[in-house]
Every structure is written in C-alpha cells, then in structure tokens.
C-alpha cells in the first residue's frame, strides 16, 4: 500500500510508522561522525528494537548494547553479532547466558564485578569486563531520566575505588546525559577526568554512554568531533565507545491515530482517539512533554491553568482510549472540526515508544509499519488478541 506520507490519509488504523529515508539520513550522519572521531557508536535498545529493521542498521553501524537478559540474546540473535551489556544487577541466574551474547560487560558496583566477574569469563572467555562509573555531576534536570542525580543507584564514585583496579577491568562505562548537546557533553567530560582520569592508563576503553542528541538540528556536531579528537590527543591508548539511543530515531517517524468521538464537559472539548498516552506514548505523561501533534498549535496544557473560553475555535484536548482519568494530554488548535474517522498524528513517536508500550486496559498496540522512500508502507507486525492473552498466560 502506498501512502501520503504527509496525512496519511490511506491508513485507518493506529501505527507507527517509521520513515525509511529519515532513518538512513541519521545513520549516515552518526557513522559520518564514528568515522572522523575514531569512535564506535552503537544503538541501545532501551530507546529502540524493532529486529525486522536491523539490516539497515547493520549497514552504518557494528553493534548494539543491551541492559538485560533479553536485550542481549536480541542483539546476539538477530543483530548478528555479541553486544556491549550493562545491567544494573546480574544474577546468578542470569549473568552466563548474559556473558554468552556479550564482547562487553560492565558491572554496576564492585561487589557485582566480585560475585560474578569469574562466571562470566568461564561462560565467555573473550569477554572485556568494565565497571560504571558515576562522576557525580549531570546536567539532566529531569530527576527521572537523571542517572547521577543524588542517592543514585547508578555506578561507583571515585572515592569508592581502589587505587589499582581489578587486573580483569578493561573499561569504564559512564553515562550522564539526556538528549543532551554536545556542549554538555564538554562540560561533564571535564568532570569525568578530573574524577578518574588518574585510573585512565589501566584501562583499554572507556564507553562515554547514551543522551548525546547528534542528530537532533541544533546540535553542534563538529564541536562532538572535536571533542573525542582531543580524548585521543590525551589518551591514544583508549577505545572510545558511544551508545546513544534517541539520537538514531530522532525524527525518523510519526504515531498516526484517528478520532473516534467529540465530547465536551464544561466548555472542554476532547477529542477521544484509539491510541493512549499511558499506552502508547507513556513519556508524555511521565515526564511529562507535550508532544507535536501534524497540522496543528499547541495553544497550551492543563498545567497552565487553561481552560479554553467557549468562543475559541477549533480547539480540542487529547484524549486516550483507556479507563485512567489523567489519559489526556494538552490542547491543540486545528484549522477545521475535527471529524470522527480522521487521523490525528503525533510527531517524532519512535524512539522509547515502541519499546515501552503496554496493554493496560487490553488495548491493543499500534501496528508498526515501514514506510519506504517511494511511499510504499509495509506492515512489520499486527497485534491481535493472542497478544494480550499470551502476557496473561
């Protein structure tokens, strides 16, 4: 089926739809980078992990990273190649297979490198082994997405480290952004040496994390080069790792719903869709963030105080198709009456959408679809009943 990419009018049912074009115009940007820095970038699949596009990122990019279990055999299995794993806590239960699929893996705490550093070399003698570190300094105002906010669970601090490091640590691993700029990026690097540049000639790498935004319009992208050039200038020895996940997806595909009824309550016009917020789109209320919504202005949120005045026109909140009240986000301003049957599509929907919806309420997910560059849409997976029942089972 093709489609008009811009209304979408030919499709009636939700779907995310990403846009092929868009994809490889941020993986040729990212591997453009990789390439002048000396630097690998791989995709996390915490932001991202839709296995049927894999062979498109197998042409720009060597590997993956993985936070867990699963995650890990994803990559192993359908990436095609072992991935850089970090998780919070392994279990003996979990860290040989982990180690299987894994060329990397890094423990959050000394204690963890202590309990499990030796079965994961028995299950993968090649495995390179490395710790998190957390420099304690984060420009993430958001706490949520925050991972060296104060009290974090996240890595160990300079003072907590010996002076020699365990013979087995190949690497740091410090993750302290958030769709963040390259001149963030700047300032924490100055703080991560400071704290343990010292432990830098005992290492063979050091992974610098995820939230660097490269892609993003506004990011200053020769100031990144620079930046990883002069990282090489101080320390030549050092393999320098970067797994961003936003960044591959930034703007690379929309979540088109369609309106299904008009009510109103007290002068608020709702427009109910079948898609949800707390399904389908759970950052908007999480974090919150208003999304952009196609052909429409935001004219503001219930945050503001806005209660829109009966002669405004045109101008609708958002409503899920779930029984939570707070499933609802925002007013829009459309040029028209919205009708019952017509697409409402939400913007830069990809990324840390697709991995973390849900089937609260037993609504089913979007379908996920690709759009090739000529039009043509092609279905990757239609979810059914089985789907939800299957999670119960």
Not at 54 to 79: D, N, Q
Not at 219 to 224: K, Q
Request: proline share 5%.
């Amino acid at each position: 089926m093709k489609v008009d990419l811009q209304t979408f009018s030919q499709l009636h049912h939700p779907a995310y739809v990403l846009e092929e074009q868009r994809l490889r115009k941020n993986l040729e940007l990212i591997s453009n980078i990789a390439r002048r820095s000396d630097t690998t970038i791989i995709l996390a699949f915490k932001a991202f992990a839709l296995w049927k596009t894999f062979s498109i990122f197998r042409e720009y990019i060597p590997a993956t990273t993985a936070s867990s279990l699963y995650e890990a055999r994803l990559g192993y299995e359908k990436f095609g190649c072992r991935v850089h794993t970090f998780c919070p806590g392994y279990t003996d239960d979990n860290i040989s297979e982990i180690a299987h699929y894994s060329s990397h893996l890094i423990f959050n705490s000394l204690s963890q490198h202590q309990g499990f550093a030796d079965k994961a070399k028995d299950a993968n003698p090649e495995i390179s082994l490395g710790l998190r570190v957390n420099p304690e300094y984060s420009e993430v105002e958001t706490l949520l997405y925050n991972p060296c906010a104060p009290g974090s669970r996240f890595g160990v601090t300079a003072d907590q480290l010996p002076e020699e490091l365990p013979e087995d640590i190949e690497g740091f691993h410090c993750h302290c952004h958030c769709e963040s700029g390259a001149d963030v990026f700047q300032r924490t690097l100055a703080h991560i040496e400071e704290k343990f540049g010292k432990w830098f000639p005992q290492l063979k790498w050091i992974n610098f994390g995820g939230g660097h935004l490269m892609t993003r319009k506004d990011y200053d992208t020769e100031l990144l080069v620079n930046i990883l050039n002069g990282f090489h200038k101080r320390y030549p020895h050092l393999k320098l790792i970067l797994e961003p996940g936003s960044a591959f997806l930034w703007q690379t595909g929309p979540l088109v719903s369609q309106v299904v009824d008009i009510v109103e309550n007290h002068g608020i016009r709702t427009a109910i869709l079948n898609v949800s917020f707390t399904c389908h789109m759970p950052d908007c209320l999480e974090m919150p963030y208003q999304p952009q919504v196609r052909f429409a202005e935001s004219v503001g949120t219930d945050a503001d105080g806005l209660y829109p005045a009966e002669n405004a026109p045109h101008i609708y909140r958002l409503g899920g198709d779930s029984c939570l009240s707070g499933d609802f986000m925002g007013y829009w301003k459309f040029d028209h009456e919205l009708q019952v049957g017509e697409n409402i599509i939400f913007e830069d929907m990809i990324h840390y959408t697709t991995v973390k919806t849900t089937m609260f309420n037993g609504i089913a997910h979007p379908s996920l679809m690709l759009a090739r560059p000529d039009g043509e849409l092609e279905m990757l997976r239609k979810f059914s009943y089985e789907d939800y029942m299957n999670r119960m089972d």
